[in-house]
Structures are given as C-alpha cells and as structure tokens.
C-alpha cells in the first residue's frame, strides 16, 4: 500500500506464519518530493521490509533514505542498499547501479531486522535530507546511538545472524576460489565442466557469495556439500540468484542425502519450468508433472536475489517451501494426498534423516545456468527471509 509519511492511518492484518503489516496515509497538502511503500513480513522476534521509494520531486543522481524507529528494532542486513543503523536513526543509500531516479522513477530495497515489543512502522521518511512531505526539514545528523551502541553497516559485514538453534553461513571468512571449511567440492558420478568457486564480486551481503556455474549434460553435475551446518534442523534457508530461466527438463539445484532412504538424495529443484522437489530413490516429484500440478508451483526469478525457504521434517515426512517469503502451493506436502501435487509423493511411507546440504547445478538433459548462493541457516523453526 502506498505510504505518505506525517499522516498516517496503520493497518495490520495477523496472517498464520507471520504478520504483513501496511500503511495508508491521504496525499499530503504541500509538494511531496518522495513516496514510500513498506511492506513488513513479521514474526515473534524479527521482520523483514520490503520498501519502494518513488522520487517525486526532481531527478537525483544517487538517494539516501533515512527514517526513526519508534522502539527497539536493530537491522541485521539488507539487500539493494547500503543500509546502517545509529540508535534509532537508519538511512539506506543507494549503491552504484541504482542511484539515478528521474522523476516519477522507484528503486526498491530491502532489510531484516530484529525486535521484541511492539513494531510500529516509521513515518519520518526523507530523501537527501528533505521529508517526504516537502515541508518537514529533517536534521541532517543522526541523534546519540542507544546504550546498546551503533548496527554495524550491512553493505560489507556478514548477513546471517546466528542465534539459539540456528547455524548461519554468508561465506565472508573464506578467500576467492576454492571453497573451503566446511565447505568441499564434489562431482556426483563423475567430473566435467561444472565448476563452484567463491566469489568476491557479487553478493547479497557483505561482499561474498558462492558462485556455481552449472553447465549442461549429465556429467556435468557439481555441488558444494557441507556436512555439518544441518544438524537436526528442520528448517533451511538459503538466498540464491541465477541467470537462465528454468528449463523444461529435471535439474537440481540443492541435494540433501538422506540416511533413512539408502543414502539417496531428496533434490530440490526445477522440471517444466518451475520449481520441484524430486526423490532420487524413486523419482518421486512434488508436485505432480501434470499441467494442473505445474501450474501449482512458481518459476524461480532470474536477475535477482530470491529467498528460498523450505521444511522438512522427518517425524512425520511433511515438507512445506517459501519463496520471498510466500509458501508455494505445489510444494506442501502436508500428509494428506492432494491430486496434481503430493499424491504420487504419498504412494508410500516416507520419514527422511537428512544429513547434509548439498548447493550446486545438476542437469540430466538440457539447461545450463549461473548461480549465486549466500546467506544459508538451519534451524529448528522458521527463519525468514
């Protein structure tokens, strides 16, 4: 919903998994030089926003963002923006490729961050200093942090933060090339031009990724395996960008080898252009291959970084996955047979023990594509994005 800052009507709506928060404010008397839509995605400890800035006054070479938090929410990352906290005070600065906005032009962003309490949406928004109302002068300083001092910048520091139960990975520790830690290479069947280096030019945050180019044909298979940061998690969480859409035949973009199925792998990935879960041991899919089935999934985006989410809980076998944030369909699995999505799934008994994660590119046919993953936890409950 689009947000005029100053006066501002609050509306929340509580949704299961969360609460999706908006704002819906009447057009402000005087010349506005911006407007904000901030969307919050909401749960017991922390939230994510996504925000759009539209520039309505005149056109700018580069924008900073800045608003108040009226409580105690610290951002931990942030995505499209070089976004930093003082005290209460955060700004979000745009970075080299999103700068320019000619008037009537909209650049989004993105960050998480924590709370406990209340989270009331800010309503101080300036652009360059100047209040999104056109009439407000905003003091270009930042008032004297909180006794917990600064947030650290999330333009070059690590993006996860690890707490009770989660584990976290951003890749920031490891130098460019090989993948090392906990981290190694490895080529299921056999080696071809499948390569997984570490890369220091593109990144959600900080300023390392794991970078996969996945190439074409059956031997080219290449993944990233960890060992340990599953543990007993039931839930996974994992950024990743991409270049090529989808193609019409199976590849697989994460493997978890499961122990309780012949040490076979439960695949995550894409067939019919869309995303899929797949069960090695008897080729399984979720959801169904029919066009219904299909149409019950979604595409992965290219050009972008997406959150991938997903559960797996081997007590009693249900699987449930996100994408930025919203459950697909296609891919819940909730026990009780579902035509077109999980009913071939059910054909029989299945409680998996998965005991690692596995971050590559597998093609059993056509389709190639360049990957960027980061930011990858496990834990006992839902993360977020």
Known sequence: MRLRPLLAVAAVAVASGGIVAGLHVPPAQA????????????????????????????????WTLSWTFGGNQAVSNGWNASVSQSGNRVTASSLSWNGSLNTGAAASFGFQATYSGTNAKPTDFAL?????????????????????GPSPSTSTGPAPVCG???????????????PGGDWA?????????????????????????????GATGYCNHVFVRNAA?????????????HTTALPASHITM?????????????????QNGALQ??????????????????????????????CVEFKVNGADGTMETWLDGVSVPGLLQDGVATHDIDGQWLNRTYRPRLTDLKLGWESYGEGSDTLWYDDVATGSSRIGC
């Open 31 to 62: 010349a506005t030089v911006c407007t904000v839509d901030f969307t919050v995605n909401q749960w017991a400890t922390g939230f994510t926003a996504d925000v759009k800035l539209t520039n309505t006054g005149p056109a700018v070479s580069s």
């Open 128 to 148: 360059n200093g100047v209040s999104c109302s056109g009439d407000v002068p905003v003091p270009p300083s930042s008032p004297p942090p909180s006794s917990a």
């Open 164 to 178: 009770t139960g989660i584990r976290c990975d951003g890749f920031e520790g490891q130098a460019a090339g090989t």
């Open 185 to 213: 290479v490895t080529y299921p069947d056999c080696q071809g031009a499948g390569t997984a280096t570490i890369d220091k030019a593109v990144a959600h945050t900080g300023g390392t990724s794991l970078r996969v180019n």
């Open 229 to 241: 940061i599953l543990g007993t998690a039931t839930y996974v969480r994992y950024w990743v960008r």
């Open 254 to 270: 994460v493997a978890l080898r499961d122990a309780a199925d012949g040490d076979r792998d439960l695949r995550f990935g894409g």
């Open 277 to 306: 879960w797949n069960r090695a041991s008897d080729d399984a899919t979720l959801p169904e291959q029919s066009p219904a089935g299909v149409a019950q999934s979604r595409p992965l985006p290219v050009g972008s970084w997406n």
